[in-house]
Each structure stands twice: as C-alpha cells, then as structure tokens.
C-alpha cells in the first residue's frame, strides 16, 4: 500500500465511516498475489479519488492507520494532499469505491465517479480471485462488499460498449490542466454534471486553456460518447471562454441598446 507504517491503532482523527478498508484471506495465499490485489485495489481508490475531487493529479494520499492481527485487513484513510479538499469530498472518496463494487456485483451499469479506468482497474482487481486467495472484501463503516468475478465481467461490458463519435460542441466548468504525457483537461459538462477528460493537441495554446480555468467554456471538438448519450471524452479542436454572470449585460444595459 502507501510507504507508511500502520500505527497499530487507529488515528484517533478519523471517524470508523472515513475508513476504506480491504480485508484478504489468510493462510497459504502467495505473497505476490496478495501484493497484485493491493496494488489494483490503490490504484482503483486512486482513480475514482481523482474523480471525485475532479482532478487529473491525486487529491488525497491513501494510508494505512491500521492493519488487523487476525487477518489481513488493512484500515485505508485519504490524506489530503489538495489543502481545498472539504470533508464532505473526503467522506465521499471513502464511500464511492465500496459502493461502486456493489453496484457492479449487479449488474453492467456505471456507477458514479468510475471512470474507464477505474473499470478496467475493477477487472484486473477480480481477476486476482483464484482459488488460492478466493475472497477479496471491501467495506466503509458496516456496509461491507464481497467482490465477484461477475464484477469484472460487467465493468468489461460496459467498456465494450460502441463509442458514437461526432463532432458537436459542450459546455461546463473547465478545471484542472496537465500537459505531463497527454495534454488534458477536465470539464463539468453543464447539463448532467458529469466529468469529461479532454484532449487538446498544439493547434490549441496552453494560455488559451489556462485562461478558462475554473470558468464556463464552450468546447468544439470530436465527442465520444455511449449509445446511451453518455459523453466518454473530447478531443478538442476549439475553446471559448464564456462571459460569467459579472460580465453578463444587466437590464438597463440592454434597454439602453434597444434604445439607441
């Protein structure tokens, strides 16, 4: 898991309902399977964490507050890196994993905050259930979740699915920029709040998205979406940056216009 030592005993800090915890079976499990599970299962906390915070960088480090001595389960809490983070935000990372496993434990719809990443994450994490270590669990608080390989299989099926690209235009929130390997930024699509990744290549400047940071941007380009209208990502070919309700005209203003 993350470079830091359990304490032994929970940090006395975070509340039971502010918990992650991943629980493995014991006795005659092969260390590297067990390493594989935790691993996947981090890297999944980690994705749907960026998520929810709205990030393309990691909001919060994942750490250990406290490892069982009768199994191997291990206690996970987020460790704000994003000093803006609210608590609400943080509770809300702790609950989305364990929530969303269950979810596809049912069936092959997306739950919220799980990104195409995190589905494939969800895949490869089910595929470590072998007859050697055969029960992997998660829980938040006492809602506790036994993963299935039926879980995989639905996270593949809703990855299988047809993207529908078109060229169109979107508007939303635009938030944070990494120009570290892909060129990309995230929106809040206006309309359904959903977080889109967008790609942008050098036709478009760096200054010319920076300049619509944290504020509504039209945003031309090919859109990839689900049959179901589900917008998957943007490759974008055009910005605007929208006037923001300070710089909208007010009414005299326009009665001043129709007067002239």
Known sequence: ???????GQPDATVSPDDVVHLTLPVGNVPL????????????????????????????????????????????????????????ATLHEMVGAVPAGLRELNQGAVRPRYFTDRALELTTTLTQTITRELPDVRTRNGAAEVGLTRQAGTHA??????????????????LETVTVHGKRQFVIFDDLTGARIECQFGHRIALDQITAGMERRIALTGEIRSRETGEIVSVIATDIEVLPGDDELPSSDDVLGILAG
Not at 1 to 7: C, G, I, S
Not at 163 to 170: A, Y
Request: glycine letters at 4%; charged letters at 20%.
């Open 32 to 87: 590297a399977q067990m390493i594989r599970t935790q691993q996947a299962f981090l890297e999944l906390l980690r994705e749907v964490s960026r998520a929810v915070a709205g990030t393309v960088d990691d909001p919060v480090q994942w750490v250990v507050t406290k490892v069982s001595e009768s199994s191997a389960d291990y206690a996970l809490a987020p460790l704000p890196i994003l000093k803006t983070l609210a608590p």
């Open 1 to 7: 898991m993350e470079p830091r030592e359990p304490t």
């Open 156 to 173: 593949q099926t809703i990855l299988d699915t047809p993207f529908v690209t078109d060229m169109g235009t979107i508007e939303g929130k």
